[in-house]
């Protein structure tokens, strides 16, 4: 498989890693993240910050699930949740994956920044982060 030239970047850099290919793991990880995106729209009724950072954290499993099936993954060092969306936009075929880091910089700004995530921002993103689960499920 040739890879995209952003991916052979994360490699060339360290942050993503070469590992034996796993697809029962991956098929594992992608079940998680479906749990936790049911468990997100659960706790929407009750907190919508919550509920973001699980959307979010069941979109970033997803992607790593992808990453271990076809033999690769993030390194766990400075700026790993960026290259899991830089690996998202490069290889997962859906245009919710141009939407990640977006996504991660909205959570990091609620968690540093004290700003209000929305519903309309919960909303969106939810429906973002099943995209990329639907389409990670059919490539697995």
């Known amino acids: 498989m040739t890879l995209p030239n952003a991916v052979t970047a994360l490699i060339t850099a360290q942050r993503l890693e070469r590992v034996p290919a796993d697809l029962p793991s991956a098929q594992a990880r992608l079940s998680r993240a479906e749990d936790k995106l049911a468990a997100a729209r659960r706790i929407a009724t009750i907190d919508i910050e919550i509920a973001y950072v699980t959307a979010y954290d069941a979109t970033r499993i997803t992607v790593t699930a992808h990453m271990l099936s076809i033999g690769y993954r993030?390194?766990?060092?400075?700026?790993?949740?960026?290259?899991?969306?830089?690996?998202?936009?490069?290889?997962?075929?859906?245009?919710?994956?141009?939407?990640?880091?977006?996504?991660?910089?909205?959570?990091n700004k609620a968690e540093y920044d004290d700003i209000v995530i929305g519903q309309a921002d919960l909303a969106a993103d939810l429906g973002h982060a099943q995209a990329i689960v639907d389409v990670v499920r059919d490539a697995l």
């Open 74 to 107: 993030v390194r766990a060092i400075a700026r790993a949740h960026e290259a899991v969306g830089t690996y998202a936009e490069a290889m997962i075929s859906s245009p919710s994956a141009f939407e990640f880091q977006r996504m991660r910089r909205l959570r």
